[in-house]
Nanobody, 124 residues
């Protein structure tokens, strides 16, 4: 299983980015896919997940209404559309895959496969 995250970059506050997470060796539509982020000096934070804990989609309060997660099964790729970006969204973003069911949506320790991370920087 390999996950490849891409799409990060530098954007001004209020701007948009779309992150991609392409998978090989696994069909993404069979498992929960999570997006996480980690800012310098902070713990890894769950942002959104697709197909986790009975949710079609799930979002952390900090991004609700601004981020949208989606999947293209034909491309075996999951996307995170990020709009109205804020400086506090600056972090390295990771996609991750969870094989087993869970009562939790975005517990990082439950996700066994991780992409390499892509940097998102939002300037004020």
């Amino acid at each position: 299983v390999q996950l490849q995250a891409s799409g990060g970059g530098l954007v001004q506050a209020g701007g948009s980015l779309r992150l991609s997470c392409a998978a090989s060796g696994v069909a993404l539509d069979r498992y929960a896919i999570g997006w996480f982020r980690q800012a310098p000096g902070k713990d890894r934070e769950g942002v959104s997940c697709l197909g986790c804990n009975g949710h079609v989609t799930y979002y952390a309060d900090s991004v609700k209404g601004r981020f949208t997660v989606s999947r293209d099964n034909a491309k075996n790729t999951v996307y995170l559309q990020m709009n109205s970006l804020k400086p506090e969204d600056t972090a390295v973003y990771y996609c991750a895959l969870r094989i087993y069911p869970s009562d939790l949506e975005l517990a990082p320790f439950e996700y066994g496969y991780w992409g390499q991370g892509t940097q998102v920087t939002v300037s004020s």
